[in-house]
């Protein structure tokens, strides 16, 4: 086994910044939904953010750095298979980037939120409160949204479990340093991973496509037209 | 203190007569109905609330006050349309542990009562605060019913 002795910076600020306030906001989603009552009010409030965020963050996988884009980290079939037959060794992944699963792990991540966040806005809870959206659809569709939104938040609690595991699986069978790279940028790589020629784009980029994202959200929410 | 207790036997046993003939003659469907009617209504009622504490409305304290009112004995009647005939009813949201959580849901429901009487309490002091912290509860008393026992 190759000593891990190669600092690689990968992931860029924004990638960081939104991973750790999704998590934040995650937590405090599935805490609100369940608690009810006035923290409802706060539920809708995280929900735009967590639109807005997501959203940036597909826009930030084609217009991001490197290895934030879709088409660094969605791999073909075969790239799949051969991560799968040397997954379970216990020596690293030696993948700058997102490994070929977890790609598609944050892609299937992003789809379901976007869904989660999406249906919300058209949901009842027929006690008090309602998605800002919920007024263009019947009652019926709503609580079909509705309850499509309450299943689908046990997918993807499951998947974040499914995900902790896995990056548990790589940092303490296969010794990668992976939650440390999400905080600090820098995975630890050794000298024979193959690592991409990697393009950071400015921050202030990601500010912009935030910012744009933001006033999308509240443009749908608030419809001052 | 006999002729109290006299007459306080006769209203319970009138009371027990009453509600018992209620039940036997209403069919499973007009129960399921009773309750969903009782539901909508105090849907309707609490829902001008909530939209004043969230500032989505004006706030207006006498509205508040009237609404909260009507809900105080609104609350009271969907429990009288959950009779175990209606267990296999179709039209409904209820799920079967109604019946076999029944304490639990007995309970569930009674609490709700309870907090919605102290936000008619609190309503009719107007005080916007206290009326929020109290909707809140009212709110929550709802929603565990709802988790427990009623089909997403």
């Given amino acids: 086994m190759s000593e891990l002795h190669r600092a690689v910076k990968v992931w860029d600020l924004p990638v960081r910044l939104f991973h750790w306030l999704l998590v934040a906001l995650f937590g405090f989603m599935f805490f609100s939904g369940k608690a009810k009552g006035n923290w409802m009010e706060w539920h809708m409030y995280s929900g735009y953010m967590i639109l807005a965020l997501v959203l940036f963050r597909v826009l930030w996988g084609f217009a991001g750095s490197t290895h934030a884009r879709f088409s660094s980290f969605l791999a073909g079939p075969g790239a799949c298979i051969a991560f799968m037959r040397k997954l379970l060794s216990r020596s690293p992944a030696h993948v700058a980037g997102h490994n070929p699963l977890g790609g598609w792990m944050v892609l299937v991540m992003l789809l379901l939120l976007l869904a989660q966040a999406g249906t919300g806005l058209f949901s009842n809870d027929d006690i008090s409160i309602e998605g800002p959206l919920y007024k263009f659809v019947s009652k019926e569709v709503s609580d079909q949204l509705t309850s499509f939104h309450y299943y689908n938040f046990y997918v993807l609690l499951a998947l974040a479990a499914a995900h902790i595991a896995a990056v548990a699986f790589h940092v303490l069978v296969k010794k990668e340093n992976l939650v440390g790279a999400m905080f600090t940028g820098v995975k630890m790589l050794d000298s024979q991973t193959e690592v991409p020629a990697v393009r950071f784009v400015s921050s202030w980029r990601a500010l912009g496509l935030f910012v744009l994202a933001l006033v999308a959200v509240i443009l749908i929410v608030k419809r001052p037209f | ?152």
């Fill in chain 2, 1 to 152: 203190m006999k002729k109290k207790f006299l007459l306080a036997a006769v209203a319970v046993a009138l009371g027990a007569g009453a509600s018992f003939q209620a039940s036997a003659q209403a069919k499973p469907e007009q129960l399921v109905k009773q309750r969903q009617s009782a539901m909508a209504l105090i849907g309707w009622y609490f829902g001008p609330i909530g939209a004043m504490m969230r500032g989505d409305r004006p706030f207006d304290a006498a509205v508040v006050a009237r609404n909260a009112g009507y809900l105080e004995v609104l609350s009271k009647m969907p429990a009288e349309g959950f009779q175990p005939s209606t267990k296999d009813e179709k039209a409904t949201k209820a799920k079967p542990e109604v019946w076999s959580d029944k304490a639990k849901f007995d309970k569930a429901m009674e609490n709700m009562q309870g907090e919605v009487a102290k936000l008619a309490q609190v309503a009719k002091g107007g005080d916007q605060g206290a009326i929020k912290a109290q909707f809140g509860a009212t709110g929550k008393a709802c929603a565990a019913c709802h988790d427990d026992f009623r089909s997403k």
